[in-house]
C-alpha cells in the first residue's frame, strides 16, 4: 500500500462530508463527464480486445475449421496438443532468448549512446535524429531491407568481403544455427533506438544540481554517471524493460518477413507458430488456444514484472515528484 | 519493443472468427431473386486483375448479359492473394461471391460439408462431360462442385543456354540423368536447381513427386479418401527425397529462399540465370517475366522437362502433379449461375483463355489454342498422362497438408527423416 493513495482517501472523504449536497451534485456532474470520456473508448475496448478474447476462450475448446457451427468439443485437448508440441516449446525458448538478449544487449547500449547524446556537442539533434530512425521505419520496409541485405553473396556479404572479414560471411536467414541470432542483430538495429530515447528522456529529469554538486566533491564523470545519473534512471530502465519483455514475448512483424519463423522452424516465435500452425491451416480452435496460451505467458509475466519492480517506482516516484514541483 | 502489433496477434484468431459467427446468418438473400424476367445478379470473383486478362473477363461478362437479359454481372478483379484472404473471411462468413475460384481437393470437401458451394452434377451434366477426367480434383462423394477451367502439371524449369553452355545436350530423363546432370553443372560451378524451401510447398513438391513415383495410383487414391499411409512406398518417397538432398543441388541458403517473389527468390534465380532449373508448375514462365527487367523471363532460353523417372517406384512415370482452378456457384447463388459456369467452360471461352495464355485450357478442343510452345509442350505431357495427382497439401486439405509440408521442409533441413513425413501426417490426419 503506499502511502500517497491513502492521503489522498482522507483528502477525498474529508472534503466531501462537511459540504453536503452542493459536493454531491458536483460528483455526480463528474462522474457524468467520465462516463461521457471514457464510454466511447471502453465500448471499442470492449468491442475489440475483450469480446475477442472471450471468444478465442470459447473457441480453444473446439475442433473448428472456421467454416459451419461450433459443434465438435473437445475440451482442454487444443491447450494439451500445443504445451506438447516440440515447436510451439520451441518458440516459447525463442521468445524468452529474445527478451533475454533483447534486455542484455540493447540496455547496455542504450544506456551509453544516451549518455553520450546527453552530452553537448556539435550535431547532436542530427544524431538523436539518426538514432532513432530505425524505430520509426515502418516494421515490413525495414524488415523487406534486410532481407535483401542478408541474401546469400548479397550486399552484407559484398561489404564484409571489401573490409576484408568474407570469413564471418554466413547464410545469414538459411542457415538454421544462425537464423535466430541475424534476426536478434535486427531487432537490435530495430529497437535500440527506443531504448536510447526513452533513456534520454529520463536523463533530462535528472537534477543539474547533483551534478554540478559531485563534481564540486571531486567525482569523475564516471563515477557520477554510475553513483548517480543511473540510478535515478531506475524507473526509466524499468519501464523500458517491461515494453521490451512484452514485445519480445509477443514478437511478430520482423521474424515474420525476415525467416516466417523458418529455416525449419529455428526463429518460431509463439505468435509466428501461431499464425502458421492455426490460421494457415484453418484450424481455429487450435489457433484460439495458443493465442489464449499466449496471452496467458505474456500476463503473467506482466503481472510478475509489475508487482516485483513496478510497483516499487510507484511508492519511490511520488514523493520525488512532489518535492521536484514544489 | 512494439506492445501493440502483438497484442493484435493474441487477439488475431479470435477476432476473425468472431466475425464469423456474429454474421454467419446474415446470407441467403441472393436466391429470393430467381424468378425468370426478375432482374438478377451475380457476383463474380477473379484473380486476372491486370492486362489483356481482365479486360477479356470483363468482356466475357457483358456478352453473358446480353445474352440473359436481367441479369447483372457484378465482376471484382483482385490480386490473388488479396482474393484468397477475402474468400476465407467470406466462407466464414457464409457471404461469399456467387461464382467463385475452387482449387479442389480438401479445401472443397470442408466447403462442401459446410454446404457452401453449390452441387452442379446435373444441371451442368455436358459440359462435365465435354471436360472429361480432369474434373476429378473437383468431386465429392460422387457429385461435381466446379468446372476446372485451368490445370497444370508441375515439371522442370530450365535455362536452355546454361544446359548447352556445361555440355548437357538431353534433358534427364532419369533420376541418374538428373544427379548426372547436377554433377556437371557443379563442376561448372554453376549452382544447378533453386528451390523456394522457405515457402515450404515448393519443396513439397518433390517429396509429392517422389510419392508419385513410388506409389500405385491406387494406393494414391486410396490415401486421399482413407488418410492411409501404411504402404512403405510413403517412407520410400521420403528415402528418395533424402537421396536428392544429399546430392546438394540447391541454391544457397535455400531453407530461407521464398519461391516467387523478388530477384533472390527461386524464380528470380532461374529467371536471372544464376541458377540451371527448378521445379515449378506451369504458371513459371509469366512468373519469371515479372522478374526481370525487360518482361521476357528466361525468352527463349525457357525449357521443361517432366518429372524424372525413379528406379524401382510403382507408379507410372507418365503421372503428373499438378493442380488447377476451377469455377463454383456459392450454394444459395441463383440458378443461372449454373449457366454461367457453363458458358466460362464453353468451347469459344476457353479458346479465347487459351489464345491469350491465361492458363491451360481444360477443354479438349480448346488445347490446340495455346500459343506459348513451351506451354505446348507441357500440355502434351498432360494430356498423354495416365492420371493427374492433385498437390497433396490440397488434396488433403490445410491440416494436414501443412504438417505433411513442415515435415519435408525438415528433410531438406536436414532435421526429419523420411519416417518423420509419414508420421507428421499420419498424426495430422488423426487429428483432423
Known amino acids: ?326 | 519493443m512494439k506492445r501493440t502489433a502483438a497484442l493484435r496477434a493474441v487477439a488475431l484468431g479470435a477476432a476473425v472468427a468472431m466475425i464469423a459467427t456474429a454474421c454467419s446468418s446474415g446470407s441467403g438473400s441472393d436466391d429470393a431473386t430467381e424468378g425468370a424476367g426478375e432482374s438478377t445478379t451475380l457476383t463474380w470473383w477473379h484473380n486476372s486483375n491486370t492486362g489483356a486478362g481482365k479486360d477479356y473477363y470483363d468482356q466475357l461478362a457483358d456478352e453473358f448479359e446480353g445474352d440473359h437479359p436481367g441479369v447483372t454481372v457484378e465482376v471484382s478483379a483482385l490480386a490473388h492473394e488479396d482474393m484468397l484472404t477475402k474468400l476465407d473471411a467470406a466462407f466464414q462468413t457464409g457471404d461469399q461471391p456467387d461464382v467463385f475460384m475452387e482449387r479442389g481437393g480438401g479445401e472443397l470437401k470442408a466447403h462442401v460439408e459446410a454446404g457452401l458451394v453449390k452441387d452442379i452434377s446435373d444441371s451442368a451434366a455436358d459440359t462435365i462431360s465435354a471436360i472429361g477426367g480432369s474434373v476429378a480434383g473437383w468431386q465429392a462423394e460422387g457429385q461435381t462442385y466446379a468446372l476446372p477451367f485451368s490445370l497444370g502439371v508441375v515439371g522442370f524449369w530450365y535455362n536452355k543456354q546454361i544446359f548447352a553452355d556445361a555440355g548437357i545436350t538431353e534433358a534427364p530423363t532419369t533420376m541418374d540423368d538428373l544427379y548426372a546432370a547436377i554433377d556437371t553443372l557443379k563442376a561448372a560451378g554453376i549452382e544447378p536447381i533453386s528451390v523456394g524451401a522457405g515457402d515450404k510447398w515448393p519443396a513439397a513438391h518433390y517429396w509429392y513427386y517422389f510419392a508419385l513415383r513410388q506409389c500405385s495410383q491406387e494406393v494414391l487414391t486410396d490415401a486421399v479418401q482413407t488418410l492411409d499411409f501404411s504402404d512403405d512406398c510413403w517412407v520410400r518417397a521420403g528415402t528418395s527425397l533424402e537421396e536428392l538432398v544429399a546430392k546438394e543441388p540447391f541454391n544457397t541458403g535455400f531453407l530461407a529462399t521464398v519461391a516467387q517473389t523478388g530477384p533472390a527468390s527461386a524464380s528470380g534465380l532461374l529467371a536471372t540465370g544464376k541458377v540451371a532449373m527448378e521445379l515449378a508448375g506451369h504458371w513459371e514462365p509469366g512468373v519469371m517475366q515479372g522478374l526481370t527487367d525487360d518482361g521476357q523471363g528466361l525468352g527463349e532460353n525457357t525449357g521443361w522437362f517432366a518429372f524424372p523417372e525413379v528406379a524401382g517406384g510403382e507408379g507410372d512415370p507418365k503421372a503428373q502433379l499438378g493442380g488447377g482452378d476451377a469455377w463454383a456457384c456459392s450454394n444459395d447463388a441463383p440458378d443461372v449461375c449454373v449457366d454461367f459456369l457453363e458458358f466460362m467452360l464453353s468451347n469459344d471461352v476457353q479458346k479465347g483463355f487459351a489464345e491469350l495464355d491465361m492458363g491451360l485450357p481444360t477443354l479438349p478442343s480448346a488445347t490446340a489454342f495455346v500459343s506459348a510452345p513451351e506451354l505446348a509442350q507441357l500440355l502434351a505431357v498432360r494430356n498423354e498422362a495416365p492420371y493427374i495427382q492433385l498437390y497433396f497439401d490440397t488434396a488433403f486439405g490445410e491440416s494436414i497438408g501443412g504438417a505433411m509440408n513442415d515435415a519435408i521442409a525438415n528433410v531438406f533441413g536436414g532435421v526429419g527423416s523420411a519416417q518423420d513425413v509419414v508420421d507428421a501426417t499420419v498424426a495430422a490426419a488423426e487429428s483432423a
Not at chain 1, 475442433?63 to 457451427?69: E, F, K, M, R, Y
Not at chain 1, 550486399?155 to 573490409?163: E, G, I, R, Y
Not at chain 1, 531487432?187 to 547533483?210: D, F, N
Not at chain 1, 529455416?263 to 500452425?277: D, S
Request: aromatic share 12%; hydrophobic share 50%.
Open chain 1, 1 to 326: 500500500m503506499n502511502p500517497g493513495a491513502t492521503d489522498q482517501a482522507t483528502a477525498w472523504s474529508v472534503a466531501s462530508g462537511p459540504r453536503g449536497r452542493g459536493a454531491s451534485s458536483n460528483q455526480w456532474r463528474k462522474r457524468l463527464e467520465i462516463t461521457f470520456f471514457v464510454a466511447p473508448a471502453l465500448l471499442l475496448f470492449a468491442i475489440f480486445v475483450i469480446v475477442p478474447v472471450l471468444q478465442a476462450g470459447r473457441y480453444s475448446v473446439f475442433n473448428w475449421n472456421g467454416l459451419g457451427p461450433l459443434d465438435n468439443f473437445v475440451g482442454l485437448q487444443n491447450y494439451v496438443q500445443a504445451l506438447g508440441d516440440e515447436i510451439f516449446q520451441r518458440a516459447v525458448r525463442n521468445n524468452l532468448t529474445i527478451a533475454f538478449f533483447s534486455i542484455a544487449i540493447q540496455l547496455p547500449i542504450g544506456i551509453m549512446v544516451a549518455l553520450l547524446l546527453n552530452r553537448k556537442f556539435r550535431g547532436q539533434t542530427a544524431m538523436r535524429v539518426i538514432v532513432f530512425v530505425p524505430y520509426v521505419l515502418a516494421e515490413v520496409v525495414a524488415g523487406v531491407v534486410w532481407v535483401l541485405i542478408l541474401q546469400p553473396n548479397g550486399p552484407l556479404d559484398a561489404v564484409l568481403d571489401t573490409l576484408g572479414l568474407g570469413f564471418i560471411g554466413q547464410v545469414w536467414l538459411g542457415d538454421p544455427s544462425v537464423a535466430l541470432w541475424t534476426v536478434m542483430g535486427v531487432l537490435t538495429w530495430k529497437y535500440s533506438g527506443l531504448a536510447i530515447v526513452l533513456l534520454l528522456a529520463g536523463l533530462q529529469g535528472v537534477p543539474e544540481e547533483l551534478h554540478e554538486a559531485a563534481s564540486i566533491d571531486g567525482a569523475t564523470w564516471w563515477q557520477v554517471q554510475r553513483k548517480i545519473t543511473i540510478p535515478l534512471l531506475g524507473p526509466t530502465i524499468r519501464t523500458w524493460i517491461f515494453l521490451s519483455l512484452i514485445g519480445s514475448l509477443q514478437l511478430f512483424d520482423m521474424v515474420w518477413i525476415l525467416t516466417k519463423g523458418g529455416p525449419v522452424n529455428a526463429t518460431v516465435t509463439m505468435a509466428t507458430y501461431l499464425i502458421n500452425q492455426g490460421t494457415d491451416r484453418q484450424q481455429y480452435g487450435y489457433a484460439s488456444a495458443v493465442a489464449i496460451l499466449l496471452f496467458c505467458i505474456s500476463f503473467i509475466l506482466a503481472i510478475l514484472y509489475q508487482t516485483l519492480f513496478l510497483n516499487r517506482d510507484a511508492g519511490v516516484d511520488k514523493p520525488r515528484r512532489k518535492k521536484v514541483t514544489r
